[in-house]
């Protein structure tokens, strides 16, 4: 099969394109070539999410392509991704592989929850075969933001007593990749960790000897400005966590084993005793 992956110069998408490499003829699809370094046995092509004629051309005579989410702000992502999804179907692609959020309902306040929703229409209009891999809040982001969010002994986060299934990104490059050497399913799969882990046990796992304190939306957000980050991220942070608070992440499904052959992995780090 000739399988492209969007975002393959990212950790994501370069996983995919590494485990897919030995066994199909796999195009890693950036946006500037000489500064990629491709795994072995990947070819590369330029494609830019925001020219789709550079889309058109790189997805000429692919069968499968794995999409990895653009970011930035709701309005550009919203964009990108219609432009990919209209080339791929413009060059006649057979099965789009699509990353998209556990949390895809445009009812729920987190930002990118409503650019995954708009994904998902536009791939399920476009003719394509789509597989659609909802995956939950990768383990190695959220840890981040949980250090992120220490101030000396607490860890202050806007999400009360929830819970998350966060997933480990390996297991979501494994699903991807098995996604995409199977036939179009033309539904979604549920991508999430092996438990509904609360925040305060996740928090004392990555930040340790930091207690959890739940604090004001707004307060997460102001901590997160003042300490330079910007209004973008600061809000795209902010309404992830109002809804993790609001239990959009807790599911946990049998997706990852079914479709990988391996349960998916313990996030949590061994703390000592």
């Not at 536009?122 to 809040?137: D, E, I, N, T």
């Not at 806007?158 to 819970?163: L, V």
Request: aromatic fraction near 6%; charged fraction near 15%.
């Amino acid at each position: 099969m000739r399988i492209a992956v969007t975002g393959a110069s990212g950790r994501l998408g370069g996983q995919v394109a590494a485990f897919l490499a030995p066994e199909h003829e796999v195009v890693a699809l950036v946006r500037r070539p000489a500064a990629y370094d491709p795994p072995p046995g990947v070819t590369v092509a330029a494609a830019d999410y925001a020219d789709p004629e550079s889309l058109r051309a790189a997805l000429t005579g692919v069968d499968t392509l794995v999409f990895v989410s653009s970011d930035g702000h709701a309005a550009t992502v919203m964009l990108h991704h219609a432009n990919v999804v209209r080339a791929a179907a413009d060059a006649r692609v057979g099965h789009v592989v699509a990353l998209s959020g556990l949390d895809a309902d445009a009812g729920s306040p987190f930002c990118y929850a409503v650019t995954n929703g708009h994904t998902e229409e536009l791939l399920a209009a476009a003719g394509c075969g789509y597989s659609l891999a909802r995956a939950s809040v990768f383990a190695e982001f959220f840890a981040a933001l949980v250090r992120g969010a220490r101030h000396g002994d607490e860890v202050r986060l806007p999400a009360g007593d929830a819970r998350v299934s966060l997933v480990a990104r390996a297991d979501v490059g494994r699903a991807l990749a098995a996604l995409a050497v199977r036939p179009p399913s033309n539904t979604h799969h549920d991508l999430t960790g092996p438990a509904a882990l609360p925040v305060a046990d996740v928090v004392a796992a990555f930040a340790p000897g930091a207690r959890y304190a739940d604090v004001p939306a707004s307060a997460y957000q102001a901590a997160l400005l003042d300490g330079g980050e910007t209004s973008w991220w600061a809000h795209a942070y902010t309404t992830m966590l109002e809804s993790i608070r609001l239990g959009r992440w807790a599911a946990v499904t049998g997706d990852v084993a079914a479709l990988t052959g391996r349960p998916p992995a313990e996030v949590l780090p061994v703390t000592p005793p």
